[in-house]
């Protein structure tokens, strides 16, 4: 069976959103263990403002392999813009419809839980959460996140949307690996803890 694989940016006060704090410290083996990541997946699972974002982003990627932000522009490797543009996305949102669905993406209609576990069973390659923070917490409630990767950044923000709310369930997790980034980032790879 699949695997839904949630990978994740946050600051160490646990802020996802807008991560532009992430471009200082950018390096290229950061954006070569993403790449490697990805291509252990074949569909991405994405929440609406995620994939809005996304779908306006990655398409001019793919010629250039660079991204470009009021920061500072940075080169991703070869082939991963063509990855992220040719993939099926799955997108929750209760505001779309299946016809505003672009950038090879289809509507998630009817339960999610369902749904996913639908995809889940498919032939293929783990599936993989971007961002969606809203997506993701449901996600967790549903029982089916089956991996966390969590990219931790030395930045506090002190303010924005955090990963995990406070009105969330107690979860306990299994340490499965850990990667230090040279700039700094430090992601951290859990299981949820089997229940009994």
């Not at 263990?33 to 929440?47: N, P, R, S």
């Not at 997108?91 to 369902?114: F, H, Y």
């Not at 991996?147 to 949307?161: A, L, N, S």
């Amino acid at each position: 069976m699949r695997k839904v694989i949630v990978s994740e940016f946050v600051t160490l006060d646990g802020v996802m959103e807008d991560p532009v704090w992430t471009v200082p410290f950018n390096t290229e083996e950061q954006n070569q263990h993403k790449f490697e990541e990805l291509q252990t997946c074949d569909a991405l699972l994405l929440g609406r403002v995620t994939y809005e974002g996304f779908a306006a982003a990655w398409p001019k990627m793919s010629e250039t392999n660079t991204v470009v932000n009021q920061i500072r522009d940075f080169t991703i490797p070869e082939g991963f813009a063509d990855r992220m543009n040719s993939y099926p996305k799955y997108v929750a949102s209760r505001t779309k419809t299946p016809e505003q669905m672009e950038w090879n993406a289809s509507l998630i209609q009817g339960d999610l839980k369902e749904e996913v576990l639908k995809l889940k069973e498919q032939p293929g390659r783990n599936i993989l959460v971007l961002g969606s923070g809203e997506l993701v917490r449901t996600l967790m409630q549903l029982d089916l996140v089956d991996e966390f990767r969590i990219m931790v950044f030395p930045v506090v923000r002190g303010k924005g949307k955090r990963l995990f709310k406070d009105d969330i369930e107690t979860m306990s997790l299994k340490h499965v690996y850990t990667k230090t980034i040279h700039s700094g980032a430090v992601e951290l790879t859990y299981h949820p803890a089997k229940k009994d």
